[in-house]
């Protein structure tokens, strides 16, 4: 008897069997990656609420002696109305603003420039050379960083009076490249060490001097530490108010931030704040502009250390 004979009810009917498992029922794609947005902003959100309180601690005094700048002020040239009064008294000041924004800029380039290669080859002997006493002289070099600022000026207002550069600009950038040097130097030789010797001696071996090799391949290779260092010489340099108040004499030789004290107590011991928060800003200004537009290669330069090959 064929099966097609038999009758429709009795013929064997084969149903997949239900498969049933313990746990839950795995949430929908849609809802699961809800989860993880929520997740992740709920781990963020501490880190944010840190970041944007000390963006609020840091920046808000910038922000407040920008506003007071060009705000009306009992006192100030600037009494009606919102205007540039302040920045105009202090464009007039004593030489003009401009007299002493020009010495900020010479004594500020000029200490990049002296720093930037001593510690280029300074860093450069202490990562590639061996010499008998290296470590000891490396040493020596960051010892000058457990010297109090303040206490060196003196003897080196003595050195400078006795080769002629007392009350010089160019006296205030040896003093000044003189204290960024241990740093400098340090940071330039952890970004040498970053470099695989490989590359030097490649260079040389097809033909370079070992000068040619250092201007050709190694130079580009701590480019970004370069340009920290560069960057921190001119912030100290700019900022600087010490060093011009002891080694300078000359009111036309002042440096901005000098001449901003002397504006606060211009008039009779009468402070003119308009004025003074104009000069805060002139003087931030350059500051805040270099720290963006090279933000990248800072970071680059303090981290070219921390992995090496």
């Given at each position: 008897m064929s099966v097609q004979s038999l009758p429709r009810s009795s013929r064997s009917t084969t149903a997949a069997p239900a498969t049933t498992t313990g746990g839950p029922a795995p949430l929908p794609p849609r809802r699961r990656r809800q989860g993880s947005r929520i997740g992740g902003i709920a781990l963020r959100t501490p880190f944010w609420v840190l970041s944007g309180g000390l963006a609020?601690?840091?920046?808000?005094?910038?922000?407040?002696?920008?506003?007071?700048?060009?705000?009306?002020?009992?006192?100030?040239?600037?009494?009606?109305?919102?205007?540039?009064?302040?920045?105009?008294?202090?464009?007039?000041?004593?030489?003009?603003?401009?007299?002493?924004?020009?010495?900020?800029?010479?004594?500020?380039?000029?200490?990049?420039?002296?720093?930037?290669?001593?510690?280029?080859?300074?860093?450069?002997?202490?990562?590639?050379?061996?010499?008998?006493?290296?470590?000891?002289?490396?040493?020596?070099?960051?010892?000058?960083?457990?010297?109090?600022?303040?206490?060196?000026?003196?003897?080196?207002?003595?050195?400078?009076?006795?080769?002629?550069?007392?009350?010089?600009?160019?006296?205030?950038?040896?003093?000044?490249?003189?204290?960024?040097?241990?740093?400098?130097?340090?940071?330039?030789?952890?970004?040498?060490?970053?470099?695989?010797?490989?590359?030097?001696?490649?260079?040389?071996?097809?033909?370079?001097?070992?000068?040619?090799?250092?201007?050709?391949?190694?130079?580009?290779?701590?480019?970004?530490?370069?340009?920290?260092?560069?960057?921190?010489a001119f912030l100290a340099a700019w900022n600087d108010f010490l060093a011009p108040l002891i080694l300078i004499n000359d009111s036309d030789k002042m440096t901005l931030p000098l001449a901003i004290s002397n504006l606060r107590g211009q008039v009779q011991g009468v402070v003119d704040y308009g004025a003074t928060e104009a000069g805060v800003v002139v003087l931030a200004l350059p500051c805040v502009v270099l720290f963006l537009v090279l933000q990248r290669h800072y970071v680059r330069g303090f981290l070219s250390g921390a992995f090496k090959g």
């Open positions: 609020i601690v840091f920046l808000y005094p910038l922000i407040w002696a920008g506003v007071s700048s060009f705000a009306p002020l009992a006192g100030t040239n600037q009494t009606d109305g919102w205007g540039i009064g302040n920045y105009i008294t202090l464009a007039n000041y004593q030489a003009g603003i401009w007299t002493y924004i020009g010495n900020s800029l010479f004594v500020s380039l000029l200490t990049v420039v002296l720093t930037l290669v001593t510690s280029l080859l300074g860093g450069y002997a202490f990562a590639r050379f061996r010499f008998p006493g290296k470590n000891v002289l490396f040493l020596a070099t960051l010892a000058i960083l457990m010297v109090p600022y303040a206490s060196l000026l003196i003897p080196l207002y003595v050195l400078l009076n006795m080769i002629g550069l007392s009350n010089s600009l160019v006296g205030v950038s040896l003093v000044l490249t003189m204290l960024q040097l241990p740093f400098s130097t340090f940071l330039m030789r952890v970004s040498f060490e970053a470099v695989p010797k490989e590359l030097d001696e490649a260079a040389m071996v097809d033909g370079c001097s070992r000068f040619s090799a250092l201007w050709r391949v190694l130079i580009p290779a701590v480019k970004p530490g370069m340009i920290t260092v560069g960057l921190f």
